[in-house]
């Protein structure tokens, strides 16, 4: 009887395994009490209704990439939710199942990653694996910012019980979706720019989708909606207005700015070769205005190697857009790591996602007000090079970025300034670019024929012998390469006189002197620590009433912004008082700042951005009546450590220490003896031959052959890892892609982390934190807050992480909840004071110098500076 009760109990089992699960009872979004409160396909439809409102509202030039069917496409990403992994993460609705043992074990071991059961669903069994719907299943699998299953490949569902009870279901879901929008994709996309632009169409469907403020919770929304929820974005602002070149700017186009309208008639690639000051970027907004007039493109994405230079390009922008766009609403955003920390720079607002069971909500409430993607979706925004090349990388969300560049004109200034990693990086973005219906315009002063040909290697299947003119324009439309030289302006004419000797004593005096006379002298130190020690010197050489300033990247972010403030304008075009001062600076400083000096001072570098150094001395006409007689005549002095009796490499690389951790000893040995032997360099006609000379080794010497080969070797495993990481397509669910530095957009840069300054702690029944800047804030709260997190952020220095990092495991709760690889300290008399008990590798401080730090050796060692900013702070 027993035995007979047991079988029939077993049986009655099985048969409950193998029941339906109706789709009507599928939840896909819960409250704040974790109850089920959105169904499956209620959410599938929000989402569909707002990817059917994106496709009517967006720009022509986006809407060709959108293939017939994707509207679609997006509703049914979520049909994976229909699946016992993710439905068993709701334990209200799993209680509700009131599931036997059995039954139980087999939903705990289900696949929980919908994304992936979506992905397996579309491509292998609800498609009979139709290989063009697998190939867009890609897509639908990749909403959640990474690939699952990256390949054409898709796995089976695991054939058991729990899945069989949702079969039904997702057919039917499935089918009512397609009955609303369509059938899904049938033609095979493009290539794999076509599916990560898809997957960032999905991406932003669904974000939107999820907005409960358009999409109430326990409701069902319906085509208005939708378009409520895409009408907040503006994406089809931004018109252009017809304008002239002297409508959009205050003067008439020189011969630059000529040549490149009349060669910019189709989308291309389009490379600027010009030297400093010739007017670049005005002749590049010109094009952007003129091809959007044309109705090849909509917005505008400007990039630039760092922070500073990006935040004053978005000030330029913001006046040339006022002249440029007839429709309001479009939107101009700065799109940086710390971009969320200014307030006067807007960002996107596309609201607040509703809660996800499946992911830690602190995480997405940071991710959701700092993350650089969001700006990025603005029609017209300026940035770093870095939030672009993030497009071509294996990262989180790459789709949904290069969704967002997409049909834009794409401006890269500056490219000379990136090592072999990055530069490929941005030849596969250029490429990457081009098939997604963009137009690409490159600026720079000192680009190498070698980096012209790699560049016009990825827009055009054949690339002539080039021409080694200069200035020149050379574009590629069509896959047809042209070339256009021209003269500069007759203002950007001069003649630099070159005075190149070991730094001593009699430099500094020199500098000091030179302000006395009434001189602006810009001095450029190659690190950190060699600025902080100049500015030491040059204080104490100088006189009452001559100002010595300090720039530099290890100041928090309210004092780099006075002292910037400050210098920029005492150095600037329309400076009213120049007077006689000293501003020592890093390579900050170096190129898209508009800074004019009488007398430039400067480390020894690689030439390209040497001459670039020059672009910052007697920039501007209308300064030189007011410089001091003996600095009518432009001249640099160039900091150089080698002496030429140097005999081994290892005798080159000791002298040039600490130069050579920046930059490469052959590279900087080579750049010495080019610029030795010359007296005086006539600007422009002489960038050409400086910086062809300075990299060829016809001249080398054998003493320089070791380091040659290490510099090859380096840059072949630069390149090579740079081609390895050029592919989004890959499963990166393993780790923190968005801080992980395995996959950087800079070479092998040191780890950093964050130190907040503050002058008074909490103290005991007290919340209050009094911070260096003297702002208090409230730490009270155990839920994340913005207002703090951007009090302490901009309270906080940038350090190399060995310089802190005993401090980083001893922090208050409130500051790991706000920010990540942080620690904090008291600041007294510049001294700082830490909370932890562990010993420290040195002495910081912190005072009118910034972060300095002494080893406990006293030997200071502050020497890998970091010229570019990494990929935020979060």
């Known amino acids: 009887m027993k035995e007979q009760e047991r079988i029939s109990n077993g049986k009655s089992e099985v048969d409950q395994l193998k029941s339906e699960i109706s789709w009507q009872d599928c939840w896909a979004k819960t409250d704040d009490h974790q109850q089920p409160a959105l169904g499956v396909l209620e959410h599938c439809l929000n989402v569909g209704y707002v990817a059917r409102a994106l496709e009517e509202s967006m720009p022509d030039a986006r809407r060709i990439l959108l293939t017939k069917g994707l509207v679609t496409l997006a509703a049914v990403h979520d049909v994976g939710k229909l699946s016992a992994g993710f439905q068993s993460k709701c334990n209200a609705w799993l209680a509700s199942l009131n599931l036997g043992a059995t039954e139980k074990r087999e939903w705990l071991k289900a696949n929980g990653n919908h994304a992936a059961v979506t992905q397996a669903i579309l491509g292998y069994s609800a498609f009979s694996g139709n290989r063009n719907v697998a190939a867009w299943a890609i897509a639908a699998g990749g909403h959640h910012g990474f690939f699952p299953c990256p390949s054409r490949g898709i796995y089976r569902l695991t054939n058991d019980f729990v899945s069989e009870r949702f079969e039904k279901a997702r057919a039917e879901v499935l089918a009512l979706l397609i009955a609303e929008f369509g059938p899904v994709p049938e033609i095979a996309p493009l290539d794999v720019n076509h599916i990560l632009w898809a997957t960032g169409f999905i991406t932003m469907a669904d974000w939107l989708g999820s907005n409960t403020d358009v999409f109430p919770l326990h409701s069902v929304g319906d085509s208005e909606n939708g378009m409520r929820a895409v009408a907040a974005l503006n994406l089809g602002k931004g018109r252009a207005c017809a304008a002239g070149f002297q409508d959009l700017f205050p003067f008439p186009p020189n011969r630059l700015q000529e040549i490149l309208l009349n060669a910019a008639t189709a989308p291309g690639l389009y490379i600027v070769e010009a030297p400093m000051g010739e007017g670049k970027t005005e002749a590049a907004l010109a094009v952007a205005h003129q091809l959007w007039a044309a109705g090849h493109h909509h917005g505008l994405y400007f990039g630039l190697p760092t922070q500073l230079t990006s935040e004053r390009i978005h000030y330029r922008l913001a006046q040339f857009l006022e002249n440029a766009i007839d429709d309001e609403g479009a939107r101009l955003t700065l799109v940086h790591g710390n971009a969320w920390l200014r307030d006067d720079m807007r960002i996107l607002d596309i609201g607040q996602a509703s809660p996800k069971p499946e992911s830690n ?55 000379h300034s990136f090592d072999p990693y990055t530069s490929e990086l941005i030849d596969s973005l250029i490429e990457r670019l081009l098939h997604l219906r963009c137009s690409v315009i490159v600026l720079s002063a000192t680009l190498t024929l070698k980096r012209r040909e790699q560049m016009l290697a990825r827009a055009t299947t054949f690339v002539p ?45 020199e500098i000091a002197d030179a302000a006395i006379d009434g001189a602006c002298v810009l001095v450029v130190r190659n690190t950190v620590a060699l600025a902080q020690e100049t500015y030491k010197i040059l204080k104490s050489a100088c006189i009452d009433g001559i100002e010595v300033g300090l720039l530099h990247s290890r100041y928090t972010i309210t004092d780099r912004e006075a002292i910037e403030s400050k210098w920029l304008e005492r150095f600037g075009k329309e400076a009213t008082a120049r007077g006689g001062c000293i501003l020592v600076s890093t390579q900050i400083v170096e190129q898209s700042v508009d800074i004019d000096a009488d007398l430039l001072v400067t480390d020894l570098a690689p030439t390209d951005l040497l001459i670039q150094r020059l672009g910052r001395l007697h920039r501007h006409r209308k300064n030189d009546e007011n410089r001091p007689h003996v600095h009518q005549q432009a001249r640099v002095i160039i900091l150089d450590p080698l ?13 040039l220490s600490p130069h050579c951790f920046i930059y490469p000893p052959y590279v900087l040995v080579k750049a010495s003896a080019w610029w030795r032997g010359n007296t005086r360099l006539s600007l422009p006609g002489d960038i050409r031959p400086f910086i062809e000379g300075s990299y060829s080794s016809e001249a080398d010497k054998g003493e320089w052959e070791e380091l040659k080969e290490s510099l090859e070797r380096l840059t072949k495993d630069q390149f090579g890892t740079a081609k390895a990481r050029n592919n989004p397509l890959v499963d990166i669910s393993g780790f ?18 964050l130190l907040v300054l503050a002058r008074k702690l909490p103290k005991l029944r007290s919340d209050k934190l009094e911070l260096i800047n003297g702002e208090t804030i409230d730490v009270s709260s155990p839920v994340w807050s913005l207002a703090v997190a951007k009090a302490l952020y901009r309270n906080a220095v940038k350090l190399p992480r060995w310089q802190i990092n005993p401090a980083l495991s001893d922090v208050p709760e409130w500051l790991a909840l706000h920010m990540h690889e942080a ?42 500076f970091e010229p570019f900013e990494e990929d935020g702070w979060f």
């Open 736 to 753: 923190d892609s968005e801080n992980n530095t395995k996959f950087g957009t800079r070479w092998k840069s040191q780890p950093t982390a």
């Open 465 to 509: 012998q080039l021409a080694s003119d200069y200035p020149l324009v050379t574009t590629v439309i069509n896959g047809a390469v042209g070339e256009i030289p021209f003269e500069a302006s007759a203002e950007h004419q001069r003649t630099v006189v070159i005075d190149q000797r070991n730094p001593s004593p009699a430099v500094w005096n």
């Open 823 to 864: 620690t904090i300290a008291v600041v007294e008399h510049g001294q700082l004071q830490f909370l932890t008990d562990n010993p420290m590798p040195g002495t910081l401080t912190y005072d009118h110098r910034g972060a300095a730090f002494e080893k406990s050796d006293s030997t200071t060692t502050s020497v890998c």
């Open 643 to 655: 002496t030429g009796n140097e005999s081994t490499a290892r005798e080159i690389s000791d002298a």
């Open 361 to 415: 909500d602190l995480i997405d409430a940071r991710q959701w007000f700092t993350s650089s993607r969001r700006p990025l979706l603005a029609a017209f925004g300026a940035g770093t090079v870095d939030q672009a090349l993030m497009a071509t990388m294996p990262l989180k969300h790459a789709g949904l970025r290069l969704f967002a560049l997409s049909g834009k004109v794409i401006v890269l200034d500056e490219v």
